[in-house]
């Protein structure tokens, strides 16, 4: 692929860099030009594996198990359009920390989470979004080598 996102060149990760603008694009419509390869600040790694027991219940024969990594990027004004293809995104809005904790953690509201979403989040997602300026620093104090490896929730182990 062109250009290449496969890369070990920590903290930099230009390849990861490539495949975030282009899954963006692919899942948000968000265009390239909203998204500046240079903004996107790596943070971490999360290796994880989740059945789709939801889909399939518990005798699944499909799941997930990848390594995730962490970028972040803060867009100007507004944020950029969002032109979010059907086939993987049902729905979007814009919310702060503390209304996402609450339509996460409130299972009355009827809405489900990717096991992967869920683990990131617990596992430091709140705290670099809580503290935004410095995880968009080069060199944060967030920023690691580290793969932090973690199990899904019971109903995702199938």
Known sequence: MTPSEVDNDFPTFPGIKHAARRKLYHELGIRSKYVPHENFNFLSRFHYWAADTVTYGPEAPWGEHEIDYVLFIKCEGEGPPVEADPEEVSEYKYVTPDELRDM???????????????????????????????????????????????????????
Do not use: V
Request: charge should be negative.
């Open 104 to 158: 996460m953690y409130n299972k009355d509201n009827g809405l489900l989470w990717s096991p992967w979403f869920i683990g990131i989040m617990e596992r430091g997602g709140f705290q670099w979004w809580e503290d935004l300026e410095e995880a968009l620093k080069p060199g944060s104090k967030y920023c690691n080598e580290d793969i932090t490896y973690f199990d899904p929730p019971e109903e995702h182990k199938g």
